[in-house]
């Protein structure tokens, strides 16, 4: 199944004047971001105005607050998302034009012909080993072009042209787009059930997945990460493998993880020691598939392995935001089970290891479909924790399903943690606050606004 179909790829040179609607999202402004340092022209809207809007405007596109047909102006080509409803203004009137209307995953496809492409997929971690893969070419002496759903923390920056022929980029799977790509190397993490409002089932899932291996060119490789036996099962139909993890046949293996603070050590085959300022063991499969990948480039591993030790992280993906009242307070992007379990495996291993007090995690759920599919699982994640503080569903685009609440999430945590349910998020970061004691780790996970309660927080605490 795919619910985005694969198109012919369209050489960028020849997408014309490219329009985005909602150019404002992080994909989207990243495509945009990507093609205007090629000099194409660009003009997009949005529903409301942001700082990435005004990122572009510097750099030279031509940005609209609010959607309407004239903002197309003499454009040749569209660029959508699945968000974007058919009865938006602006779609209409291309649809209306018969102007060349691309899926983002279309648009960036184009930008990536030509290039050494390396493509990230997976339920998990595909933020994480793209931004991780990004740093690790730029030390190794490359200059790739890179397209990120995320931010790194260095430069603030989810994508960029470089002037090198390698171009990386985060797969999505969740509405098929990843099945537009044709990579020369394609990256799979590890395949969960996620997205099950778009997919009819797991096997549903699995089957995209192993289209997108078909889609690797002639030649190419896939990075496996064996640890996962889904992976481990379609790898067997991928003409060459590059298989990584901790298990004993891995081409690249984890060995001796060791956490260290806010990072770790550990051992990579053929590629010696490596040291990780990010936590986690997780984070230590992201940098092996990232040896694996540099492995079949053909890439200078020394350099890499340098690159990942300089890696300062991704926006969201366990980010320390500060320190207040002697309560530290990190951010988390993690919406599924597997993300929260492995966030609280590695603040565990960090609270032990810098004697530290307790985990407080504040969790939004993220979709009602997502909190009534895996309430159980959820709750079960929670657990690791000291206390757990739950918040209300974040609906995104979907509207409320009867009986569906944070409050399912909270019912499910075991017995252990203290466990509060608040459904009002205007209280939310004075709740956390008056809970937070000198010692103390607090993460806000989720991939709604419960963002914005961490420094709130902080300036509470201080």
């Known amino acids: 199944m795919s619910l985005v179909d694969p198109v012919d790829v369209v050489p960028a040179d020849r997408l014309g004047r490219v329009h985005f609607i909602a150019i404002g999202g992080a994909g989207m402004s990243g495509i945009a971001r990507i093609m205007l340092g090629r000099g194409m022209a660009v003009s997009g809207s949005d529903a409301r105005d942001s700082e990435l809007l005004e990122q572009l405007a510097e750099m030279g596109a031509k940005v609209f607050v609010g959607h309407d047909a004239a903002h197309l102006g003499d454009a040749d080509t569209v660029v959508v998302s699945t968000a974007i409803r058919e009865d938006n203004p602006e779609l209409a009137a291309a649809r209306g034009r018969g102007l060349r209307i691309l899926h983002r995953a279309a648009a960036l496809a184009s930008l990536m012909a030509g290039r050494r492409a390396v493509a990230v997929a997976g339920t998990h971690g595909k933020t994480t080993t793209t931004s991780m893969l990004t740093v690790a070419l730029q030390h190794a002496g490359l ?29 999505d799977e969740s509405d098929g787009s990843f099945l537009m790509y044709s990579p020369q190397v394609a990256v799979i993490t590890n395949v969960e059930a996620d997205h099950l409002d778009n997919y009819g089932g797991f096997e549903e899932v699995k089957a995209n997945f192993a289209r997108f ?103 969201r993906r366990l980010e320390l935001k500060g320190e207040a009242g002697g309560v530290q307070v990190f951010d988390s992007y993690a919406h599924h089970p597997t993300e ?61 399903e009867p009986g569906v609440t944070g409050e399912l999430i909270a019912d499910a945590v075991p017995e252990g943690p203290q466990v509060h349910y608040l459904p009002d998020f205007a209280t939310a970061a004075e709740r956390v606050a008056g809970l937070a004691e000198p010692g103390d780790v607090v993460i806000t996970a989720g991939a709604g606004d419960v963002t914005t309660l961490g420094p709130r927080i902080l300036s509470l605490l201080s």
């Not at 790739?144 to 980029?169: H, K, M, N, R, W």
């Not at 260290?260 to 085959?269: A, C, N, P, V, W």
């Not at 603040?347 to 530290?356: F, H, L, P, Q």
């Not at 657990?383 to 757990?388: I, M, R, W």
């Open 213 to 315: 291996i078909e889609r690797i060119e002639p030649g190419g490789v896939l990075v496996a990460g064996i640890d996962d036996p889904v992976v481990r099962e379609l790898a067997a139909a991928a003409p060459r493998v590059l298989g990584y993890g901790e298990a004993e046949d891995a081409d690249v293996r984890v060995t001796g993880f060791t956490p260290r603070g806010l990072g770790s050590t550990f051992e990579l085959s053929g590629a010696g020691a490596v040291e990780l300022a990010v936590p986690g063991r997780h984070n230590a499969l992201n940098a092996a598939a990232v040896v694996a990948v540099a492995r079949a480039l053909g890439v200078d591993e020394a350099g890499v392995v340098k690159g990942l030790a300089a890696f300062g992280g991704a926006r």
């Open 143 to 171: 200059d790739p072009s890179y397209c990120i759903g995320g931010q790194l923390v260095t430069t603030g920056l989810g994508a960029a042209e470089g002037t090198g022929d390698v171009f990386a980029a985060e797969a």
């Open 340 to 400: 929260l379990t492995a966030d609280l495996s590695a603040t565990g291993d960090y609270v032990r290891e810098s004697g530290r007090s307790r985990i407080i995690v504040v969790f939004q759920p993220h979709l009602y479909s997502r909190t009534r599919f895996f309430a159980a699982e959820f709750g079960a994640a929670l657990g690791a924790a000291d206390v757990a503080v739950v918040l209300d569903v974040y609906g995104a685009r979907e509207d409320p």
